[in-house]
Each structure stands twice: as structure tokens, then as C-alpha cells.
């Protein structure tokens, strides 16, 4: 039986893999100190501010917080005056500081999964949880000269917390998050897409890829097929959190040599507290065999969420439970 590291790396390279993989079995998420420091732990209901200066408010049954970015809130209200309405947060602390995250990966035996810092709030979330999403889209028409900058500066940054993420932490996968659309459509068009974000993550993936990351996990839970085009240029290995509006099986047979695709049961048909096992099961099984080889390659069927839970206790291990079954039926 190949480890879960083994069967994962089979899958995506269309190999030989014994059995679907187990939605985030192959990659044990740690967290870093930086990433840490940026966020208080929210209280449901309570606004609380951020090392950038983002009001955020975490909402009773929701799956994480949300900034809150009006007039009274928002923290970037002229982007061509973004750099004295920004706070930059804290890149450099205490090898004490970074003791605990430090030991978070070395407790994680590497022959087995990944070890994948979580880094959440990619570059476009920044940019519409610094000034709202309707500020965010119209800048990009009215004021590209700023939003170039301020994504630049955005960039710039990450690149500095994977500096210090390296030095200390040594990952050799990622997990990363942005989400690029809705369920309908991407946020920007193709085009728009390309000349704003693209650069910015051929950087910064690329300084991943050049310091021992070799797989790179990009969440988006929304429609990117038509962004797909872009994803071997930024360097993602797997596209986790697409949902079945981007066609599954066309994704995995148009584009899965290049980037594997990772989800197709979207949480918001699944993750309810009344949800029952037959239904997961049926939509596991539903999804694999609609998909090319019963979609043994290239493909990591289960839920869109982004981490290894669910919003309602037993959704995520009854997914599991339905990957164990269906891997039954079909290896």
C-alpha cells in the first residue's frame, strides 16, 4: 500500500495510484508565526482589527471571518493615497517566537504527507478586504497605475513572510489561498486576470518553487476554468476548491497533465446539519466516474471547503468514509 504521500503524487502525475486520495490527507497543515501575529482569535459576532488595520467579524455559522469594509471600517478609501492609509505588518520576530511553528514541522514525519503552511488572504483578497469588493473591481478600470503598485507591494510582502516561513519552517508544499470567483464566473476577465495577478504570483510562487517547495496548492472555491490557461505559468500543482459549475470531467480532461484538480462537491450543497451519508456517497461516486479513468488521475474528489474540516461536524468524515468506499469499488 503506497503512503499517502506515494498515492498522491501517483495521482497527479498519472501514475499508479491504489486509491483515491483522501481529500487533505497528503499535506499536514501547519501555521507560521507571522501568520499568527496577524490575526487576534475572533470572537463569533465581536469586530476585531488586524495587523493590516482590516476591521473583520467572524458571523455565527459562517466558515470564516469577513472584513467589514464600510465607510466607517474601510481602511484604503483613495487607492492613489494607499501607502499612508496601509499598515505593513510585523515580518521579523524572535527565534522564541518562532519556536513553537518550528516544532509544529519537525513533529511531522515528511515520508508520509507534506508539510503546507496555511496562508490565507491571498493578493486580490487583500485588495478588496483593504477597500471593499466594489472599490477593488472599479479601480482596476479607473485607477490600474495605483492597483499595480499596491499589488506589487502586496506581493513583495508575501515573498518576504516565505523568506522567514523557509529559514525557520523548511515546507515543501504550500497551501495558499485566494479566491478568484464566483460560483458563476471569474472576478476578472481572462484578460484583466493577466495582466493584474499573474505577474504577481509568477513571483511569488516562483520564490516557493526556488526554495524547496515542490507542490503548491492554490484554494479558490469558484468558477476558474476559464483562468485555467494561467495556472502552469503561476506554478500551481493543484487547484483545490473547484466547484461542479467549471464541468469536473472537462477540467480534468482538458487541463489535468498541467494542474490537478481538487474538489467538485461543493460545500454548499453538502456541508448542512442535515446532511446524511447516502448523499455524500452518491455524489463521490457520481463525481469519480463521470470523470476521465473514473477519474483516478488528476483528480482529488471532495469537498470545496478550504481546510481539512467542515462548517457542520461529520460532513468532512463522511467524505472520507465515501473515498474509502467508492476506492473499493473502483481500484
Sequence with gaps: MLTKKENFLETIHGGTPDRYVDNFEFMTLVFDCISAHLNPEPKIGVPYQNAWGVWNVLAEGEPGPMPLTDDDHKLITDVTEWRDQIKTPQIIFSDEDWAPFEQMAK???????????FLGNGIFEKMHYFMGMEDAMCNLYEEPEAMHDLIDYAADWEIKQAEE????????????HDDWGSQKNSFMAPEMFEEFLVPAYEKVYGFWKENGVEIIVHHSDSYCYNLLEYFPRMQIDVWQGAVDTNDIPKCVAEWGD???????????????????????????????????????????????????????DGVYDMCSKACEQVSKENF
Excluded at 516561513?165 to 515546507?171: Q, R, S
Design 258 to 312: 498541467k494542474v490537478t484538480i481538487m474538489g467538485g462537491l461543493n460545500n454548499g450543497i453538502y456541508d448542512k446539519p442535515d446532511t446524511q451519508y447516502e448523499t455524500i456517497l452518491e455524489g463521490f461516486r457520481n463525481l469519480v466516474n463521470s470523470c476521465p479513468n473514473q477519474g483516478k488521475h488528476y483528480l482529488l474528489p471532495g469537498l470545496t471547503m478550504g481546510g481539512n474540516w467542515s462548517v457542520f
Design 107 to 117: 513533529d511531522v514525519d515528511r515520508n508520509e504527507t507534506f508539510v503546507a503552511p
Design 165 to 176: 516561513i523557509v529559514k525557520h519552517m523548511h515546507p515543501d508544499a504550500i497551501f495558499h
